[in-house]
């Protein structure tokens, strides 16, 4: 079963086959018992950001990894799940400026994730 950084570089490669962009996994280990990581995408308008979350959601529940929780999918401008050791925040461009989470953890060791060149 995936777990800790290796559940998080997985959920970052399938947000890119969704093209998620802005993708960020922030390592939180020692700063939060209750979980490790958190991994940050952006999405380009409220459908993408559904589909970007559903993808992650059904191509992790088929190898047995299921959210604890999930929230935001009625409004979608910032859309959360819950996998324990790794919480996963995708926002719209609005939300993501407005709310600026790598700035509260900017102590921390943050991994950019790079989109794939298109060629």
């Known amino acids: 079963m995936l777990e800790g950084y290796e559940l998080a570089k997985k959920i970052t490669e399938l947000m890119l086959e969704k093209k998620a962009f802005d993708i960020k996994i922030i390592d939180l280990k020692g700063q939060n018992s209750s979980f490790d ?64 989470l790598e700035k509260l953890f900017d102590d921390c060791v943050i991994e950019d994730i790079e989109e794939p060149e298109i060629a």
Do not use: C, M
Not at 40 to 53: E, F, M, R
Not at 61 to 88: F, H, M, R
């Open 37 to 100: 990581f958190f991994v940050l995408a952006t999405g380009s308008v409220d459908q993408h950001i559904k589909t970007i979350a559903d993808f992650v959601a059904k191509a992790l529940s088929k190898l047995g990894v299921k959210p604890a929780g999930s929230e935001g999918k009625s409004n979608l401008n910032w859309v959360l799940l819950d996998y324990s050791e790794v919480i996963v925040h995708i926002f719209d461009p609005e939300s993501r400026e407005f709310y600026k």
